[in-house]
């Protein structure tokens, strides 16, 4: 589980230029450090001068946070000084070292798009999905806390066009208190657009064909001529937190 807040749309251009590594090849031949050796921190590498704002750290924050697991790290420059960024989904970790693949790209998306809140405000949320780095963070308290089953993403924010696509989840036999700050999932004024600039491909359960027994999040989602394995979905609380 964690806090999500992005903005959404402000930097989907350089996806593009992102997917050739994030650090250092993300390291130029070296590769990204554990918290157990902190003394060499691999700088970012990426050619998109997408950490010279501030937004473009906050979206940053995030890829490496989706990207590689708990324990990586990556310096990213900030004015005189470095932040330090630090992994924790790991849907993509050989980013750290190689070329995002084919794969890695929809991973790495569907968890950026997860995490955006068209409010600006920060929510809990638990992320799950099939693949192993993100399985293996979901704990038993939280499948118990965070049964309210929102939403579920997907798409490629590296092709061109920068494809996003989210479905309505099923909901919970109790409501959450956060859905009301969370409005990914709901139409906008155009037809078939969310709130947050998504392609609504309609209900989880009528456009996914694979449903966890036990993390409960959902798999090969259609969106556009394509069906996607990787997928993210969302749990919000069903008390206060």
Not at 74 to 91: H, Q, R, T
Not at 182 to 206: A, F, H, Q, Y
Request: aromatic share 8%; hydrophobic share 35%; net charge negative.
């Amino acid at each position: 589980m964690f806090k999500n807040c992005i903005a959404l749309r402000t930097f989907f251009t350089v996806f593009l230029f992102l997917a050739g590594a994030i650090a250092g090849s993300m390291a130029q031949g070296s590769e990204t450090r554990s918290s157990a050796d902190s003394t060499s921190i691999p700088p970012l590498h990426s050619g998109s001068g997408i950490e010279s704002s501030d937004a473009g750290r906050d979206w940053l924050k995030y890829i490496v946070r989706c990207a590689l697991p708990a324990g990586s790290k990556v310096a990213v420059p900030n004015g005189g000084g470095k932040d330090i960024l630090e992994g924790m989904f790991g849907v993509a970790p050989e980013w750290a070292h190689a070329r995002l693949s084919d794969t890695g790209e929809r991973w790495v998306s569907a968890c950026l798009l997860a995490f955006v809140n068209a409010l600006g405000e920060h929510v809990l949320v638990s992320v799950r999905g099939d693949q192993a780095n993100l399985k293996s963070t979901v704990t038993a308290e939280e499948r118990i806390e965070f049964s309210f089953q929102e939403a579920a993403f997907y798409g490629n924010l590296f092709s061109e066009g920068g494809a996003q696509y989210v479905c309505r989840g099923k909901g919970g036999d109790v409501p959450s208190p956060s859905r009301a700050k969370r409005l990914c999932s709901d139409p906008s004024e155009r037809p078939g657009v969310s709130r947050c600039g998504m392609i609504i491909t309609g209900n989880c359960r009528d456009v996914c064909s694979v449903d966890d027994d036990a993390d409960h999040f959902v798999t090969h989602c259609r969106g556009g001529d394509r069906v996607y394995d990787e997928v993210v979905t969302v749990f919000l609380p069903v008390h206060k937190p």
